[in-house]
């Protein structure tokens, strides 16, 4: 009886997957066969074509020898003629053999063949007349084989054209049946769930009551009791020590004072630990190519860019960084995705070099270079921008991240603004989704740690319009620089 619901479950489960497998493998089957035939008929094309440029080439070679008598070009001429030799093996091999045109196609290409071998040897034995015309019997088989080349390609794509109908008639009944195996199986699958949820209907509906009075904050309800001996016995069990285990949590988190604090402390902790492997995937695929074409000075400067970064990012958030340490991992950010992309973008520094000294958290310039290039220039073709601008005015170090891309959505923006202002909440913030190739750390990130770190909020300035491209300036007072007092709170 324990098993009751279990076998049903797996006695479907069987057969629809018995059902499945047997359609699956009819229909790789048939298009094993269809994609075998496809290549087969283009293999045939590319080898005709081989054989009509290849019979062009040894004439030109033959041609050149006599005129030059270079012993290079009689080389050459000997390695195409081997090639020829070779395509006309495959071609009698994949095509029918009782064809009579192929066979005099066949004829055709030992005729232009003994004709450049007695072109060859008469010129070797300067026997002028012989070998002017052989050569010109050589040129003769060769617009012949170019005509008869065309004429089969032709009759190759009638054969084809019949071919791809088939094809289109075969893909039609293999819609019908899926959607035939679709309807069944959505039929068998709905009897299947109304008997089974006839048995169980009961047991659930005293856990989800039970689970209602939870969600209202009361566990202090009575346990569950179910005399059904079959799955959801254990399940009500099991929902029974959940409950109970919820009363002795909500006990144990009211006792913690200082919860806040400590979920702050993990989140920023965590941090560390969001590098996302596809920016490391897509790097080191980049590195592989860059050893693969150049001999090894780029690409022991681009897994040097690679480790400083890793470096970098897993280094401890309890002490802070500086300015200066920032940009040094933002150029060798640049430098990787100059790699990556080459021309299409361009990373452009203009650096006021005593404004680098002054103390900030980790990791705050490479999320919002990341952010401008991925919503800002990634999918550009070219001319994609992205500039670094960092100067003093009016007591204040501004640091600007400038990209040329689509500009950023007015509600978006004015979100970002009211978040950094303290007007709105982080609970109003949809979760940011991280793309490849990134830290993970978001923008709202980067301003509240900066809000954190220097207890201010007046930290962030947004520039930005539809197709006009977006200026993200951070304004950091210059109380911080050499040491602030601020930096032994920077693991907030």
Same mark, same amino acid.
């Given at each position: 009886?324990?098993?009751?619901?279990?076998?049903?479950?797996?006695?479907?489960?069987?057969?629809? #997957?018995?059902?499945?497998?047997?359609?699956?493998?009819?229909?790789?089957?048939?298009?094993?066969?269809?994609?075998?035939?496809?290549?087969?008929?283009?293999?045939? $094309?590319?080898?005709?074509?081989?054989?009509?440029?290849?019979?062009?080439?040894?004439? +030109?070679?033959?041609?050149?020898?006599?005129?030059?008598?270079?012993?290079?070009?009689?080389?050459?001429?000997?390695?195409?003629?081997?090639?020829?030799?070779?395509?006309?093996?495959?071609?009698?091999?994949? %095509?029918?053999?009782?064809?009579?045109?192929? *066979? @005099?196609?066949?004829? %055709?290409?030992?005729?232009?063949?003994? +004709?450049?071998?007695?072109?060859?040897?008469?010129?070797?034995?300067?026997?002028? @007349?012989?070998?002017? @015309?052989?050569?010109?019997?050589?040129?003769?088989?060769?617009?012949?084989?170019?005509?008869?080349?065309?004429?089969?390609?032709?009759?190759?794509?009638?054969?084809?054209?019949? $071919?791809?109908?088939?094809? &289109? %008639?075969?893909?039609?009944?293999?819609?019908?049946?899926? #959607?035939?195996?679709?309807?069944?199986?959505?039929?068998?699958?709905?009897?299947?769930?109304?008997?089974?949820?006839?048995?169980?209907?009961?047991?659930?509906?005293?856990?989800?009551?039970?689970?209602?009075? *939870?969600?209202?904050?009361?566990?202090?309800?009575?346990?569950?009791? *179910?005399?059904?001996? /079959?799955?959801?016995?254990?399940?009500?069990?099991?929902?029974?020590?959940?409950?109970?285990?919820?009363?002795?949590?909500?006990?144990?988190?009211?006792?913690?004072?200082?919860?806040?604090?400590?979920?702050?402390?993990? +989140?920023?902790?965590?941090?560390?630990?969001?590098?996302?492997?596809?920016?490391?995937? @897509?790097?080191?695929?980049?590195?592989?190519?860059?050893?693969?074409? &150049?001999?090894?000075?780029?690409?022991?400067?681009?897994?040097?860019? #690679? =480790? =400083?970064?890793?470096?970098?990012?897993?280094?401890?958030? /309890?002490?802070?960084?500086?300015?200066?340490?920032?940009?040094?991992?933002?150029?060798?950010?640049?430098?990787?995705?100059?790699?990556?992309?080459?021309?299409r973008i361009k990373f452009i520094t203009d650096i006021e070099d005593d404004c680098l000294d002054i103390d900030m958290p980790s990791l705050i310039l490479q999320p919002l270079i990341e952010n401008a290039f991925i919503h800002g220039v990634e999918s550009y073709e070219e001319n994609g921008v992205i500039r670094l601008h960092i100067y003093r005015h009016e007591h204040r170090i501004h640091v600007e991240v400038i990209d040329n891309g689509g500009g950023m959505d007015e509600p978006v923006k004015n979100r970002l603004l009211n978040y950094a202002a303290g007007t709105e909440t982080e609970e109003v913030f949809e979760p940011e989704k991280t793309k490849g190739h990134s830290t993970g750390i978001g923008v709202k990130n980067v301003i509240r740690r900066l809000q954190l770190f220097y207890l201010r909020n007046d930290m962030? &300035? *947004?520039?930005?319009?539809? %197709?006009?491209?977006?200026?993200?300036?951070?304004?950091?007072?210059? =109380?911080?620089?050499?040491?602030? =007092?601020?930096? &032994?709170?920077?693991?907030?």
């Amino acid at each position: 009886m324990l098993f009751r619901i279990r076998s049903k479950l797996l006695l479907y489960f069987i057969v629809l #997957v018995v059902l499945l497998t047997s359609v699956g493998l009819i229909f790789y089957n048939s298009s094993e066969k269809l994609v075998i035939e496809y290549d087969e008929s283009f293999e045939r $094309f590319l080898l005709l074509n081989d054989i009509s440029q290849r019979s062009n080439l040894i004439t +030109e070679k033959l041609h050149a020898y006599i005129l030059d008598k270079e012993e290079s070009y009689l080389e050459d001429y000997r390695k195409e003629k081997v090639k020829l030799i070779k395509d006309q093996k495959n071609l009698y091999q994949k %095509m029918d053999t009782n064809d009579i045109t192929l *066979i @005099n196609y066949k004829n %055709m290409i030992d005729s232009f063949l003994d +004709e450049c071998d007695a072109t060859v040897s008469a010129f070797q034995k300067d026997d002028i @007349n012989h070998y002017s @015309n052989h050569f010109n019997e050589v040129l003769k088989i060769a617009a012949f084989l170019q005509d008869r080349t065309l004429a089969l390609l032709n009759n190759k794509l009638t054969d084809y054209q019949k $071919f791809y109908d088939q094809m &289109e %008639m075969q893909n039609h009944n293999y819609k019908l049946m899926s #959607v035939s195996l679709f309807a069944a199986a959505f039929f068998l699958s709905t009897l299947l769930a109304l008997w089974i949820s006839g048995g169980i209907t009961k047991p659930i509906s005293l856990l989800s009551q039970a689970a209602k009075q *939870i969600s209202k904050g009361n566990l202090s309800g009575e346990d569950i009791k *179910i005399t059904t001996k /079959d799955e959801l016995k254990p399940l009500t069990e099991t929902f029974n020590q959940m409950r109970a285990n919820l009363r002795q949590l909500v006990t144990e988190i009211k006792e913690k004072s200082e919860l806040d604090k400590l979920l702050k402390e993990l +989140e920023l902790r965590s941090l560390q630990n969001q590098i996302n492997p596809h920016f490391l995937f @897509n790097t080191l695929n980049t590195v592989s190519k860059m050893a693969y074409l &150049e001999e090894a000075e780029q690409t022991t400067r681009l897994i040097e860019a #690679v =480790a =400083a970064i890793l470096r970098y990012n897993l280094s401890d958030f /309890d002490k802070a960084s500086t300015l200066r340490d920032e940009v040094r991992i933002v150029q060798e950010y640049f430098y990787i995705q100059q790699t990556r992309f080459g021309e299409r973008i361009k990373f452009i520094t203009d650096i006021e070099d005593d404004c680098l000294d002054i103390d900030m958290p980790s990791l705050i310039l490479q999320p919002l270079i990341e952010n401008a290039f991925i919503h800002g220039v990634e999918s550009y073709e070219e001319n994609g921008v992205i500039r670094l601008h960092i100067y003093r005015h009016e007591h204040r170090i501004h640091v600007e991240v400038i990209d040329n891309g689509g500009g950023m959505d007015e509600p978006v923006k004015n979100r970002l603004l009211n978040y950094a202002a303290g007007t709105e909440t982080e609970e109003v913030f949809e979760p940011e989704k991280t793309k490849g190739h990134s830290t993970g750390i978001g923008v709202k990130n980067v301003i509240r740690r900066l809000q954190l770190f220097y207890l201010r909020n007046d930290m962030v &300035e *947004i520039e930005s319009d539809p %197709m006009q491209g977006t200026n993200f300036r951070l304004t950091i007072p210059e =109380a911080a620089k050499g040491g602030s =007092a601020h930096v &032994e709170n920077s693991n907030c």
